[in-house]
């Protein structure tokens, strides 16, 4: 274990790239060195497997697609009308062609990810059709919100990955969104990225917006594109994720496979009989896409609250929710397999005391239970309805803190400090030691969103809150921003792409 | 495991009492389920041991008072000056005297504590010398307000303790305070409480009372009064503070040892020197305590968090705290004694989002650690400065969420719901199951506070944030409340013992 600190940990000091853009300070995804939170025992995880493989040959999952069916049936499956059923065989089979974790490609190699093993990747609130700051309120998102939010993604030294659909651009009409979308990934963020999953066409032109960039051998080794199927629980895949997920499968791009889970309604009350549901539902899809394609690189993916009973409206930072997490991420490395969970999640409306005490209740369980890709981890709000500014600032300040955390406790000989120990006095301090001194940048992780200054010296400030430091710091961000650069010919045969196909579409209307 | 709610988990439901009082709904501490989250290796948690016997051995600890001094030296520690050496022997020979758990007494004795194995008793708020609340703002605390305090600790659920000087009443002069407080406490709340520390004569009146209202024998037999003796670190006790542990121990009331310590500051800046030194002047004050009356209950205590380098303004809710709470939770562990560490601490000055996310990434660990006594786990602002109203409910909603989680996953075989997982179709709902019928007001924790309606409805109710709302329920609850029956005998003595004190007390000066 070492100190370092995450400001240590950077691939490289404040610098200047070829064109001369200011470069920004990142750090690199955690490597965790504390040990896993683990709540359940090996017994435990073998129930949930054997129930939910129970659940599998007896009662099947319904795939609603033919061409999912077919493939289905030709791998071994038991169809029946839109229902297939799995022997515990034919799970085992296609499980163990799952690679256990595997590399996603950035435009900037240096930040490329692996996903799996002991590291954890942070990306933004994927899907608000609503975005919030403090000063205009709650409106509809845009094409610029969401070009605004990759920005901001860019900007966070905490944040790995520039996610997919940070907010739903909804002054963009919805066959051509997933275009923008994914052009403004490429353009303003050189992290890895999402592919759209709404369509199969959608997923086509991912995988092809992902080659120009990346070129086809090269995604084909390592995927570019990572992309978010959910499960429509209980028991069923929708026709446009299947379409998505068997595009993506064929051209070997990552897939995480999540059961969209609202405890008491989607699935059981109780946390036990809603794993076994999870997992039955994440293996029939985690097997399919080895059926479409062996060895796509696969995540298991959970998304796990609970309902609010009496009011039937989702409820997140549950106790229950925090079990299910950590729980979710014992069976995930039960089959060896990276896992998907967490972020920070909130039902409160805007970044109040509400909204951050339920965020880090889903997202410390998140960190201590090893979730290797972590969705939403910085700007929801209100069920995830809405994409918060403010909020996404003042989460990526936590991840900040869970950067630090991760790295543990450094028990090396000079770390015992037995020398200043043994020279400060009774009563004396340690703020000048050789010992402090050399430490003096390292040593503690320092938010810089949050106030330490005292009571009078905040009350001079406006008595702001953090909410209010935080309106202030998103402008400069977007003000000082400089997009990373893009190989002009690889940019003009994006734009043209886009265009060819907006055109397509258009006539097709 | 169970799945019961804290609901379900109370001794008794709403009733009334025999004056007529209506009963308020009380969780039980926490039976901890969930497996201890432990970051430190057995080599690791030696390291620490031996490298503060060195300490102990070599550097010694100061004792700022004669009589203790005689007592280190009758019981066979080596003393020069003011300073005290302890063999590993003698820390050996008298840790083993301390009790591995305690029962502490209340004046209900069905809210008797008990301290140590697995059990996590949460206590609210103490030192602070300001109040806060949204609609007048910060100011000097006064009994009125400590009067509060006690009242709303009464009536939450999720606080099995009183506390101790949850407000320092800061109206009534400082040498009588400690009577009104202690009154307070017995008067307005039926719940354990904790002793006075800031002079000898301050513990001897809290020992009195308590054997007014408990009985001598009783008290003698299981404590009355839990205090809080800190360390002033680095290494040393003053006189106050060993005053009032040496009454205490005299008269076998329980103490929870606690170095006070914000690294880099009183403690290196590296986390292992730092949990060298806490533990070295954590075991200097528990082997004192038995050496005055082997067997004194007695608390391993760490309060610790660092200090903004920049500024040497204290930092709370930093990650260096949450892994400094873990790995001080499984030293005491390592001696088989209880724990006090953690609480809802931040360094924001008001209710807002960075307190909120500051307290829960303290008091997670501290949940998840097995930390049994907890201190300020409600009420705390502004680095302990200010006890807000506010916050003591919005953290309380919190505490409520910990009751569950702590609890863990059902695994009985009715819990597995696999006749539901059968029966529910694909793209169904469990919301009017037989499974969830069952289960309809336990299955999942409702935070009373937070919002979960739409937004809709949210802006209809004035968009009002979480801490907004507690301002209303703060109103409600203190109007609401009803103190708890005192026999009129106990209340007169008391009464008298407090105004014969006073009259002492003002003769004197």
Redo the contacts between chains.
């Keep these: 274990m070492s100190?370092t600190s995450p400001r240590e940990n950077t691939r490289r000091k404040r610098r200047r790239d070829r064109s001369g853009r200011e470069e920004i300070q990142q750090a690199l995804p955690i490597d965790r060195q504390?040990?896993i939170?683990?709540?359940?025992k090996k017994e435990?995880l073998d129930?949930i497997h054997e129930?939910s493989l129970?659940?599998l040959t007896?009662?099947g999952?319904?795939f609603y697609l033919e061409e999912a069916l077919e493939i289905l049936k030709e791998h071994g499956a038991r169809v029946e009308g839109e229902?297939a059923y799995f022997s515990p065989q034919l799970i085992e089979k296609y499980l163990d062609l799952a690679p256990s974790q595997f590399t996603q490609l950035a435009r900037n190699p240096e930040r490329n990810v692996q996903i799996g093993g002991d590291q954890v990747v942070f990306a933004p609130v994927y899907g608000p059709p609503f975005v919030y700051d403090r000063e205009n309120g709650?409106r509809d998102a845009t094409l610029e919100d969401f070009q605004n939010f990759v920005k901001l993604a860019y900007l966070s030294p905490y944040i790995h990955h520039s996610g997919g659909t940070i907010v739903e651009p909804t002054d963009i009409p919805p066959d051509i969104r997933h275009l923008d979308m994914l052009y403004s990934h490429i353009k303003y963020s050189d992290k890895p990225f999402m592919g759209a999953v709404m369509a199969r066409e959608h997923a086509e032109d991912s995988v092809r917006m992902a080659e120009i960039l990346f070129g086809r051998e090269n995604i084909m080794e390592n995927p570019a594109l990572l992309s978010l199927i959910n499960i429509?629980s209980?028991?069923?895949l929708d026709d446009r994720m299947l379409e998505a997920l068997t595009v993506y499968a064929k051209n070997r791009q990552a897939v995480i496979i999540t059961p969209f889970i609202m405890?008491?309604?989607?699935?059981?009350?109780?946390?036990?009989?809603t794993?076994?549901?999870q997992n039955a539902e994440a293996l029939a899809g985690l097997v399919y896409a080895q059926m479409v394609k062996a060895g796509t690189p696969v995540i298991y993916g959970s998304f796990m609250t609970?309902?609010?009973?009496?009011?039937?409206?989702?409820?997140f930072?549950?106790?229950?929710s925090?079990?299910a997490t950590l729980?979710s991420s014992q069976m995930a490395h039960y089959y060896d397999l990276p896992f998907r969970s967490g972020g920070m999640f909130a039902?409160?409306?805007?970044?109040?005391?509400?909204?951050?005490?339920?965020?880090?209740?889903t997202m410390?369980?998140t960190v201590?239970g090893r979730v290797n890709f972590v969705l939403h981890a910085a700007g929801w709000l209100?069920n995830g309805?809405t994409a918060g500014y403010e909020?996404f600032l003042?989460d990526c300040?936590?991840l900040g803190?869970?950067h630090?955390?991760e790295k543990?406790?450094?028990?090396?000989e000079d770390?015992?400090?037995?020398e200043?120990?043994?020279n400060?006095?009774?009563?004396?301090?340690?703020?000048g030691?050789p010992?402090?001194l050399q430490?003096?940048d390292s040593?503690?992780?320092?938010s810089k969103l949050?106030?330490?200054?005292?009571?009078d010296t905040?009350v001079e400030g406006g008595?702001q809150?953090?909410?209010m430091q935080a309106t202030a710091q998103v402008k400069q961000m977007l003000k000082d921003y400089q997009a990373p650069e893009l190989d002009e010919k690889v940019n003009q045969e994006l734009l043209d792409y886009i265009a060819n196909r907006k055109a397509e579409i258009g006539s097709q209307q």
């Design positions: 100190m504390l040990p939170y683990e709540i359940l435990q129930l129930k129970t659940i007896e009662v999952i319904d229902t709650r429509s209980p028991r069923r405890a008491g309604a989607m699935s059981p009350v109780s946390l036990a009989g794993l076994i549901q609970n309902v609010d009973l009496k009011s039937g409206a989702p409820v930072g549950s106790p229950e925090q079990l729980a039902s409160a409306k805007t970044a109040d005391a509400q909204a951050a005490y339920e965020s880090v209740m410390l369980p201590l209100e309805l909020k003042l300040e936590l803190a869970y630090k955390l543990g406790i450094d028990f090396s770390s015992l400090a037995m200043s120990l043994r400060v006095e009774p009563g004396g301090h340690h703020l030691t010992h402090t430490r003096f040593a503690f992780y320092r949050f106030d330490y200054t005292d009571i905040w008595s809150t953090a909410e």
